[in-house]
């Protein structure tokens, strides 16, 4: 019955900004620790940001200072700014929850970064 839902990708600029939501039903997201991984194409998914329930983060260096990952409680959603938008951040982008044993993953959207 976990459920993610994820929206705001598309195609932008090179410096551009992207805020990606992830609405949760099914469970809390304040309840477990939440993240963002993406998959470029012909590589493997790899864990963009994570956000813990005492509020610690952890970002790759390459998105460190240029995206934030966050969470609105009341509203049961997720999201990831991007900022300063690159051509090597183009990928698919996963929000996920992390169960015990188990994780829950959002459908993917698709970012572009494109001149």
């Known amino acids: 019955q976990v459920q993610l839902v994820e929206s705001g990708g598309g195609l932008v600029q090179p410096g551009g900004s992207l805020r990606l939501s992830c609405t949760v039903s099914?469970?809390?997201?304040?309840?477990?620790?939440v993240g963002w991984y993406r998959q470029p194409p012909g590589k493997q998914r790899d864990l963009v940001a994570s956000?813990?329930?005492?509020?610690?983060?952890q970002y790759r260096d390459s998105v460190k200072d240029r995206f934030t990952i966050s969470r609105d409680n009341a509203k049961n959603t997720m999201y990831l700014q991007m900022n300063g938008l690159k051509f090597e951040d183009t990928a698919v982008y996963y929000c996920?929850?992390?169960?015990?044993?188990?994780?829950?993953w959002g459908q993917g959207t698709q970012v572009t970064v494109s001149s």
């Open positions: 996920c929850i992390f169960f015990p044993g188990q994780a829950y």
């Open positions: 956000l813990s329930r005492d509020g610690s983060t």
């Open positions: 099914g469970t809390s997201v304040a309840s477990y620790t």
